[in-house]
């Protein structure tokens, strides 16, 4: 059975999609390594489900330009002495690559020019997420750099992988690759980890949460949810939002939410581990992903939503382009994107109508019976059973 090595710059046992293709790996046989970010207390290398993994140490720090050069520049170093002296042990026959960064294909060189295939895994159009993060427009230079640059890095690749059709439709349109070069492997969740535990879930012991796991990010509309709490306290017993995560919005929502005077209202909590993220959610009341960034909104793909109706979770979401492309009205409360008005409506009517919320509970398990990993492993093996077979 080929052997696969993967090369990403996040912490391998928290990033949902690196893990679930790598398990999907080793479940159907291939020898898997993986080159990720090391976490605190966790060991260079380590084997979980039949995965191996080496871990680099190298802090995070959400901030400047210069800082995610710096951060992606030691990464990248690091990364491909790793794979080069796994590739002169092992010889693999296939390197996949996630992003971001795209210049983590560099950092699979030296198995590429000894033969291996290589595969880029776009998990985001890195043109388009700077644009978002720096302020940047279409005729910004960082912008056309980095177009030029994901175009070299697809160009070097074997085959590619995006999470969803129009991400994939903007790759062949706005960066020229060839169709066939392309294929999409969607994020709906494992089913073996996020599966419905109980209807009861709207309030538990008095408490009434609104939960969000995942990044910190301006992007991803936190600040809407916190404008909505004063609209909502006086309304319903023992709110509270719970954001688990971490990122460079944090200490801008943190100062939002003393503005508006509802500190008491809102806790940050550091990350959870995967496994633990269905508990986490069945142990809350309302799901909520309220991204508002109109670039955003165009490819990005909620996977949390996802997450949320697998569990049996009421959720409350902006309606992104994206977003109403995949769910619709009986499946999630949708709200205009930046309407904390809205949101605020939505969280209220799932509150005081039980049958509404049951409704959507019910219709949203439905989606996840057939919209789930099981679906998105089988094209995401034959793929990599094709590519592996050219080798």
């Avoid at 949708?334 to 939505?346: I, L």
Wanted: charged share 20%.
């Amino acid at each position: 059975m080929p052997k696969i090595l993967m090369i990403v710059q996040s912490n391998y046992l928290s990033d949902p999609r690196v893990r679930r293709e790598a398990e999907a790996l080793a479940d159907a046989g291939y020898r898997i390594d993986v080159v990720a970010l090391r976490g605190d207390g966790e060991q260079f290398k380590q084997s979980v489900n039949g995965v191996t993994f080496y871990g680099i140490a190298l802090g995070r720090e959400h901030g400047s330009v210069i800082r995610y050069l710096y951060e992606y520049g030691v990464f990248l170093v690091c990364a491909a002495v790793l794979a080069a002296a796994l590739h002169v042990k092992n010889r693999y026959d296939l390197v996949q690559i996630h992003n971001l960064p795209d210049t983590l294909v560099f950092a699979a060189m030296f198995p590429k020019l000894a033969g291996a295939r290589l595969v880029f895994d776009a998990h985001e159009a890195m043109p388009e997420s700077f644009r978002m993060k720096f302020g940047w427009t279409e005729m910004s230079r960082g912008f056309r750099f980095a177009e030029l640059l994901e175009r070299f890095c697809m160009a070097l690749s074997d085959h590619i992988l995006t999470i969803h059709e129009p991400m994939r439709q903007l790759f062949i349109s706005r960066r020229g690759v060839r169709p066939e070069r392309i294929s999409v492997v969607m994020n709906w969740p494992d089913d073996r980890l996020f599966r419905h535990a109980t209807e009861e879930l709207l309030v538990l012991n008095g408490k009434f949460d609104l939960i969000y796991a995942g990044t910190i990010a301006e992007r991803y509309g936190l600040q809407t949810a916190i404008r909505a709490l004063p609209l909502l306290v006086g309304e319903i017993p023992g709110l509270h939002l719970r954001i688990l995560g971490k990122g460079d919005y944090t200490a801008a929502l943190r100062q939002l939410a003393r503005e508006l005077d509802v500190e008491a209202y809102v806790s940050f909590q550091p990350p959870v581990p995967l496994v633990e993220v269905p508990e986490v959610y069945q142990s809350s009341s309302v799901g909520i992903s309220p991204q508002g960034d109109s670039v955003f909104g165009s490819i990005y793909f909620s996977t949390k939503v996802a997450e949320y109706l697998a569990v049996g979770l009421a959720a409350v979401v902006a309606r992104t382009p994206i977003m109403d492309r995949f769910y619709n009205d009986s499946q999630v409360a949708f709200f205009a994107p930046g309407d904390y008005h809205g949101f605020a409506g939505c969280v209220l009517r799932l509150y005081r109508e039980p049958a509404y919320r049951q409704s959507l509970i019910e219709n949203g398990l439905m989606l996840s019976k057939r919209c789930n990993w099981e679906t998105e492993k089988r094209a995401y093996l034959s793929v990599v059973a094709q590519l592996a077979s050219r080798h």
